[in-house]
């Protein structure tokens, strides 16, 4: 009572306060400080700022607090100060007048406004030229990208001795050698140069590339001969015939009427749907397969439904389109006590053949009914060592083999590696997990393989060495396509 007393004698008391934002997580420590360091002589309130605000210098989303802390004296002030200092925070001037205080938030709320409009003015700005960009952005990735081709072809360019002009060696096909010749003149007119470029023939020790001239339909043949060897220069191409061996191999091998069906249907909308299917930009390494070989596709499903009409197969089952050219003569009490019937030809057979394709009667028939023949033959050749082991005997049998064999010699066998033309058999690894699923991958990979290489071998083991590499042709239309494979746009 005495102490209010005497500070009611005293006079007003002078308060000053200082506002500022500081980061919310910092506040409860910020305001122990404050308790701390001015032993409990100062008054903080403070305020959440719902709406997160962009930090200066990394630019991510933070949220902080609005805070105003009132104290009395010089002392208390450089403290309250230097604390704000050390936690970061921002302080902002607020004057002490009522109505200084309402002038300086109405001039704060007309900056904001105009800032607001000076910003959306700002991006209305930015969106119109990048939609003006946009039209043009595809054109300026392809200017770039031929420029790029063009440095990058006259960088291996050889200097001439004056360094006046510049000396290039290439391949060029004797065919285009006037078009080739026609586009330099054309590119001295329009560069309006006075010399024009000079095109020399000259003779090489080198083997010149292969240049397979090739269109969207062949392309995938010549790709798939190209994955076993290049053929070289002046050497005969085998593409044109593998257009036919390859679906007919196929064919013969998985000639079924409905799936080749499928095959051809699935192919046939990919021909047709071929130009927006090409704008398509897909990273999926399966759809570009089936894709790039849709017409290998094509003929290999038309060739399918061809000898699955010959095979009289669809879907794994026969169709009696004709009639059947056997008959039954057998009753059916023969029929129920036997399990097994034999058709004779002379009785049973109509004695015409059927009009297409195989009988469907063949269906019904056991193609296993005929038991194996073995035979012992005779044979010049000395016969492989077998000897019978257990589980005792095994490790002591491993052990003599791996010094000899039982026929006494002291030399340890020779392993030689030779060459060969055939083909290598393919040995996969397998455990108890992997062993069933490698046998399905065997049942169509296996089968896929032999069915491509008879081309392979027909061809290589005749005419076809492929032992060439491929000509590679400056073409901006080739840079693009590939740029857009890659997926750099």
Excluded at 40 to 68: C, H, M, W
Excluded at 147 to 167: G, M, P, R
Excluded at 229 to 238: A, F, K, L, Q
Excluded at 240 to 256: E, K
Aim: proline letters at 6%; one cysteine or more.
């Amino acid at each position: 009572m005495i102490l209010l007393l005497r500070q009611n004698n005293a006079g007003p008391v002078q308060l000053g306060f200082v506002a500022g934002v500081a980061l919310r997580e910092r506040m409860p420590a910020f305001e122990r400080m404050l308790w701390r360091a001015c032993r409990g002589n100062v008054f903080l309130r403070q305020a959440e700022i719902e709406t997160p605000l962009e930090d200066i210098n990394s630019g991510d989303p933070v949220y902080k607090s609005v805070f105003i802390i009132f104290f009395q004296g010089d002392q208390l002030k450089t403290r309250v100060m230097k604390i704000c200092e050390g936690f970061r925070a921002t302080l902002y001037p607020c004057p002490e007048a009522p109505t200084d205080r309402r002038e300086m938030s109405m001039g704060v709320t007309t900056r904001i406004e105009d800032l607001n409009t000076v910003i959306g003015e700002t991006q209305d700005h930015r969106h119109r030229v990048l939609v003006a960009a946009a039209k043009n952005i595809k054109n300026w990735f392809i200017k770039v990208r031929k420029i790029k081709a063009i440095y990058h072809t006259l960088n291996f360019f050889n200097l001439d001795v004056t360094q006046k002009c510049l000396i290039a060696e290439c391949w060029v096909p004797v065919l285009d050698i006037d078009a080739i010749q026609l586009a330099l003149r054309r590119g001295t007119d329009r560069s309006g140069s006075s010399v024009p470029p000079i095109l020399n023939r000259m003779d090489t020790f080198e083997d010149p590339p292969t240049y397979n001239r090739t269109n969207k339909f062949t392309k995938a043949f010549q790709a798939l001969i190209d994955a076993y060897g290049v053929s070289s220069y002046r050497e005969m191409n085998p593409t044109p015939y593998t257009i036919i061996t390859f679906p007919f191999l196929f064919a013969v091998m998985f000639g079924d009427l409905g799936h080749g069906a499928i095959m051809f249907l699935f192919a046939a909308w990919m021909v047709m749907k071929e130009k927006p299917l090409m704008t398509l930009k897909t990273d999926n390494e399966i759809w570009k397969i089936f894709f790039g070989g849709r017409y290998i596709i094509l003929l290999m499903g038309l060739f399918s439904m061809y000898t699955g009409l010959i095979y009289n197969d669809v879907f794994s089952k026969s169709l009696n389109l004709f009639g059947s050219n056997w008959k039954n003569n057998y009753n059916s009490s023969t029929l129920a006590s036997n399990k097994d019937l034999q058709m004779d030809p002379k009785d049973d057979y109509i004695q015409y053949p059927y009009p297409f394709g195989l009988d469907p009667i063949w269906q019904l028939s056991d193609g296993s009914s005929v038991p194996p023949i073995l035979n012992r033959m005779d044979t010049f050749e000395d016969p492989p060592t077998y000897n019978r082991t257990n589980k005792f005997t095994k490790a002591f049998q491993a052990l003599i083999d791996a010094y000899g064999d039982r026929s006494g010699s002291s030399v340890p066998p020779i392993l030689n590696r030779m060459d060969t033309f055939e083909d290598p058999p393919t040995y996969n690894r397998t455990n108890k997990f992997t062993k069933a699923f490698q046998a399905l991958i065997d049942a169509y990979g296996v089968s896929s393989y032999r069915e491509m290489n008879p081309s392979k071998v027909e061809f290589q083991s005749k005419f076809y060495s492929g032992l060439g590499y491929a000509f590679q042709p400056f073409s901006f239309e080739i840079i693009l396509a590939l740029a857009a494979a890659s997926g750099d746009e």
